[in-house]
């Protein structure tokens, strides 16, 4: 089996990993202003303005792949229904629901996308006040962890929670991922808050039926986690947690956001503890524990005219380094791949060193018209994938058309992903 086939069978459909970016162009440059919005949110404004309990879309997309390899092109569907849910039952108690199903080619981690069914209960949950300042939450609930943008260490329930991957946007991976069954509590305070949870161990491996609920791929452990945060001044935000899973070590964390003026926002993200490498994880080597670290750290800075820009800095000590990633990469390609696979379904860096870049720009010189674009180069091996997307909102609707390429040497980071470029035209319709 040559090189392409091999990475094929076991990575095809991968391209929408997590740690992505893009450059865009533009002539978005406009005047310097002290009042413009810090945080203008990456995501695409809810077409929906009627305040509700409830959020229904239906969701329908077209691709052309262009492949690595020689391989075939391809010509995709996909058809996605997403609903979500956040109803106050009676006075304390509040239910928060979210399901997403997905037919047509679904694309996944797995394996090769094909005419499928695939059914992600993101998130079901009943939360209680107990008292007007303490929260209990119960059920299946996704904690989206993080001040970062391409990549975030902290964000620990991340991994193998994916079901299916319609885009490599990275809020976009966050959003549609499964959540984890735990028991949360949170207390509030003035400008700060503390919260507890554990998640337990329900079962042993992941199900990829398509209608599963998929139990043993986010609870195959027992994790558990503090989370405490105060607000030091109106410029400084620090958040700290502890995280532990079975059998590891304690590990730490710290997300941490201050101003440097009214346009411009400086963000830190830190995780780090004893632990081994992702090569251990992934059952390539022995056990290396070791004190290892992942960081990411950026600034954003948004202009008058709702433009912003994001850089960011991110390492992985757990990924590889130069000279192992070279190692790998001229070893026999089953360890390549597992390695690979292994990566993508923990949605964490492979290899050590990595930079992103991204831009975004509402109301794009026409009303209702949203640009995005972000890159993510891989510092190892000179790699990189590049993500643009134009998206147009109506009252109840909204029509995208995206552009991915993923580019580098045959068994880099992003050169061996099998889609070379993709072009996803979508329609998406609130009811």
């Given at each position: 089996?040559?090189?392409?086939?091999?990475?094929?069978?076991?990575?095809?459909?991968?391209?929408?990993?997590?740690?992505?970016?893009?450059?865009?162009?533009?002539?978005?440059?406009?005047?310097?202003?002290?009042?413009?919005?810090?945080?203008?949110?990456?995501?695409?404004?809810?077409?929906?303005?009627?305040?509700?309990?409830?959020?229904?879309?239906?969701?329908?997309?077209?691709?052309?792949?262009?492949?690595?390899?020689?391989?075939?092109?391809?010509?995709?569907?996909?058809?996605?229904?997403?609903?979500?849910?956040?109803?106050?039952?009676?006075?304390?108690?509040?239910?928060?629901?979210?399901?997403?199903?997905?037919?047509?080619?679904?694309?996944?981690?797995?394996?090769?996308?094909?005419?499928?069914q695939v059914n992600t209960l993101k998130e079901a949950y009943v939360s209680w006040a107990a008292q007007t300042n303490v929260l209990l939450d119960a059920g299946r609930?996704?904690?989206?962890?993080?001040?970062?943008?391409?990549?975030?260490?902290?964000?620990?329930?991340?991994?193998?929670?994916?079901?299916?991957?319609?885009?490599?946007?990275?809020?976009?991976?966050?959003?549609?991922?499964?959540?984890?069954?735990?028991?949360?509590?949170?207390?509030?305070?003035?400008?700060?808050?503390?919260?507890?949870?554990?998640?337990?161990?329900?079962?042993?491996?992941?199900?990829?039926?398509?209608?599963?609920?998929?139990?043993?791929?986010?609870?195959?452990?027992?994790?558990?986690?503090?989370?405490?945060?105060?607000?030091?001044?109106?410029?400084?935000?620090?958040?700290?947690?502890?995280?532990?899973?079975?059998?590891?070590?304690?590990?730490?964390?710290?997300?941490?956001?201050?101003?440097?003026?009214?346009?411009?926002?400086?963000?830190?993200?830190?995780?780090?503890?004893?632990?081994?490498?992702?090569?251990?994880?992934?059952?390539?080597?022995?056990?290396?524990?070791?004190?290892?670290?992942?960081?990411?750290?950026?600034?954003?800075?948004?202009?008058?005219?709702?433009?912003?820009?994001?850089?960011?800095?991110?390492?992985?000590?757990?990924?590889?380094?130069?000279?192992?990633?070279?190692?790998?990469?001229?070893?026999?390609?089953?360890?390549?791949?597992?390695?690979?696979?292994?990566?993508?379904?923990?949605?964490?860096?492979?290899?050590?060193?990595?930079?992103?870049?991204?831009?975004?720009?509402?109301?794009?010189?026409?009303?209702?018209?949203?640009?995005?674009?972000?890159?993510?180069?891989?510092?190892?091996?000179?790699?990189?994938?590049?993500?643009?997307?134009?998206?147009?909102?109506?009252?109840?609707?909204?029509?995208?058309?995206q552009r991915q390429v993923n580019a580098g040497a045959t068994l880099s980071d992003y050169g061996a992903l099998p889609q070379a470029r993709v072009w996803t035209v979508?329609?998406?319709?609130?009811?």
């Amino acid at each position: 089996m040559d090189i392409g086939h091999a990475i094929l069978c076991r990575m095809r459909q991968t391209c929408g990993l997590g740690l992505l970016f893009l450059v865009v162009a533009g002539k978005a440059l406009a005047q310097d202003s002290e009042a413009a919005a810090l945080g203008l949110a990456d995501t695409a404004p809810v077409a929906s303005a009627v305040s509700r309990s409830w959020r229904l879309y239906v969701e329908e997309a077209l691709e052309q792949v262009d492949m690595h390899f020689g391989l075939a092109d391809e010509r995709l569907h996909r058809s996605t229904l997403d609903l979500q849910i956040d109803k106050t039952l009676e006075p304390g108690w509040r239910l928060v629901f979210a399901d997403r199903l997905d037919l047509g080619d679904v694309p996944n981690f797995a394996g090769v996308a094909s005419t499928n069914q695939v059914n992600t209960l993101k998130e079901a949950y009943v939360s209680w006040a107990a008292q007007t300042n303490v929260l209990l939450d119960a059920g299946r609930i996704n904690p989206r962890l993080g001040v970062a943008t391409g990549y975030n260490p902290t964000d620990v329930f991340r991994d193998d929670a994916l079901r299916s991957v319609d885009s490599s946007d990275p809020v976009s991976l966050r959003e549609n991922r499964m959540g984890s069954v735990m028991l949360r509590g949170q207390t509030l305070w003035v400008g700060g808050s503390l919260t507890a949870l554990i998640s337990p161990k329900l079962a042993e491996q992941p199900n990829s039926a398509g209608y599963s609920l998929d139990i043993g791929a986010t609870n195959h452990e027992l994790r558990w986690m503090l989370v405490g945060s105060e607000q030091l001044s109106e410029s400084i935000n620090p958040q700290l947690l502890i995280w532990g899973d079975q059998g590891g070590a304690p590990q730490i964390g710290l997300n941490l956001t201050g101003l440097l003026s009214d346009a411009a926002v400086a963000y830190l993200e830190y995780f780090g503890g004893r632990s081994p490498s992702l090569a251990a994880e992934a059952m390539l080597r022995g056990n290396d524990t070791a004190y290892r670290s992942r960081l990411a750290g950026g600034i954003t800075y948004t202009f008058a005219n709702k433009l912003s820009w994001t850089a960011e800095y991110e390492f992985s000590g757990a990924g590889m380094n130069k000279e192992q990633w070279q190692l790998l990469q001229r070893g026999p390609v089953d360890m390549y791949v597992a390695y690979r696979e292994f990566g993508f379904n923990a949605q964490d860096m492979v290899t050590r060193r990595a930079a992103f870049v991204s831009a975004s720009w509402q109301d794009a010189g026409v009303r209702n018209l949203d640009l995005q674009a972000w890159t993510k180069f891989d510092l190892i091996d000179d790699s990189r994938l590049i993500w643009l997307e134009a998206r147009y909102h109506w009252t109840r609707a909204e029509a995208a058309v995206q552009r991915q390429v993923n580019a580098g040497a045959t068994l880099s980071d992003y050169g061996a992903l099998p889609q070379a470029r993709v072009w996803t035209v979508l329609f998406r319709y609130y009811f």
